[in-house]
């Protein structure tokens, strides 16, 4: 029970945290923000915000984490259960509505110019995402081509939605989806696979 009642504490603290952060970014650039700023929004202490995080950037990131976690979830699910490439038109129309509901941290990503760490959590659940259900299937034993892999669809998931951002959102993310569908091909780990899924010897 006390394991269980600190996590929930810990739950708490960091959704604080962030929660602070992410008003105070309404208010200020990043580069004006102090970390005391943050925990007197938070009414926590500069020991307690140490205990979580190390940099104002790592509270974003861990936000980003979460938000993207629950769409790459549901996708590493029906990936496991249906053909690979079936469901990628619907998780890329997810990937989008998820976004029209985030379109003011997106602004507030692309003011404070911290585009990149979108970018880098992008990667990261692409990859954990290839790992868990396309692996098994197309095999990349080549770790620096897997990371080309990895980046090249996290740069048009990202370039493509902000150029969406940018135009007002004016079309719907079931559109959205399906242009994403048919400018990033899935199938493209196909050949791959076929080229660096056997293992040297």
Known sequence: MA?????????RTKQALITAYLELL?????????ISEICKRANLSRPTFYN????????????LDEILEEMFKNFRKKQAEDNPFLSFNEAATNF??????????FALIKANKVECLLIEKLKDHHLTTYHEAV????PIHDEEILEYFTSHISYIFFSILEEWMDKKMKRTPEEMGELLAILFNPLLIKPLSERYGRRLP
């Open 3 to 11: 394991n269980k009642t600190g996590n929930r504490l810990t739950v």
């Open 26 to 34: 309404q208010e200020s650039p990043s580069e004006n923000i102090k």
């Open 52 to 63: 979580h995080f190390q940099t104002k950037d790592e509270i974003l990131l861990s936000y």
């Open 96 to 105: 989008f509505k998820l976004w029209k509901s985030k379109a003011n941290l």
């Open 135 to 138: 692996a098994p299937l197309f």
